[in-house]
């Protein structure tokens, strides 16, 4: 069965805090892996990542891949209030259907 | 269009009765998919179009459940004869290629 799994599951911080957030999954078929960022409204696209050990950067926010032992992470440095919220990783699968499945997300709450 | 709009945003009915949710992708993309999100967890898969073919509905819990996409565009997630297990937020999602974008859901709350 696919299944991804992200930990921690909810993290308190400061804001100016870095924090690491993880994803490992066991699938087959493998496409891609997604991070989406969840407030109160529609996931959000942040990164998609294909290839291992090549870092995605956006402002504040990266992420790498790592193919051979099934993870990846989630970097945000200098965290700020605005960066609340519920972050997904999804593994975008092939198998003749396609579809995501996705882990159950990590609750980030940065404290002022 | 801009981004994936679904409607209603909000829909409060009672047991046995029937719903139609609707999504509405961004223009050009070929992809529909279907997710249902219960508090707390990952959104899952129910089904996915091609076009206005319907290429997996493996994630659909039963045959209450149905999806059409007449015209390649526009999507309708039907549920028949509603239970209070249905209560979810139902999300739409469309790709053109890249990455899936969501839209904002149907909140379903069956009474």
Redesign the interface.
Known sequence: EDK?VQSPLSLVVHEGDTVTLNCSYEVTNFRSL?W?KQEK?????LF?LTSSGIEKKSGRLSSILDKKELFSILNITATQTGDSAVY?C?V?IIQ??????????TRLTINP | GA??SQSPRYKVTKRGQDVALRCDPISGHV?L?W?RQAL??????LT?FNYEAQ??K??LPNDRFSAERPEGSISTLTIQRTEQRDSAMY?C?SRGG????????TRLTVL
Do not use: C, H, I, N
């Open positions: 991804v997604l989406y409204k529609a996931p959000t696209f998609m997904l999804a975008f003749g259907a396609q579809k995501l499945v996705f882990g159950q997300g | 981004g994936v992809s998919y997710y707390g967890q990952g959104p899952e898969f996915y290429q997996d493996s994630g999300r999602a890249g990455p899936q974008y969501f839209g904002p859901g």
